[in-house]
């Protein structure tokens, strides 16, 4: 089993920046890929920006140039640095192990952009 936890959220001001990591712990060798997904109340899960085991990372195309997504492989742990971010709908951030034989959620954290 993997144990997800996520941290860094939080309330921040419209062009600001935030950082949001991610723990592994358990059997993380199973893990072959990682993201993170964002949730706005009401509406589905998309994915954010993920990273694979050869590290090819991809992004949505509305973070691109703002978000970067990395890890630390010695740390099992994933982070989500976000700059320039824009006003809108609060938004729960989750991290996603894709992993074997089953997936793995995190509880998520929540990210406010607002003034």
């Known amino acids: 089993q993997v144990q997800v936890v996520e941290s860094g959220g939080g309330l921040v001001q419209p062009g600001g920046s935030l950082k949001l990591s991610c723990a592994f712990s358990?059997?993380?060798?199973?893990?072959?890929?990682m993201g993170w997904y964002r949730q706005p109340p009401g509406q589905q899960r998309l994915l954010v920006a993920d990273?694979?085991?050869?590290?090819?990372?991809s992004y949505a195309d509305s973070v691109k140039g703002r978000f970067t997504i990395s890890r630390d492989k010695d740390k099992n742990t994933m982070f989500l640095q976000m700059n320039n971010l824009k006003p809108e709908h609060p938004a729960v951030y989750s991290c996603?192990?894709?992993?074997?034989?089953?997936?793995?959620w995190g509880q998520g954290t929540q990210v406010t952009v607002s003034s």
């Open positions: 990273i694979n085991s050869s590290d090819y990372i």
């Open positions: 996603h192990a894709d992993a074997i034989p089953s997936p793995y």
């Open positions: 358990g059997t993380t060798f199973s893990i072959y890929r």
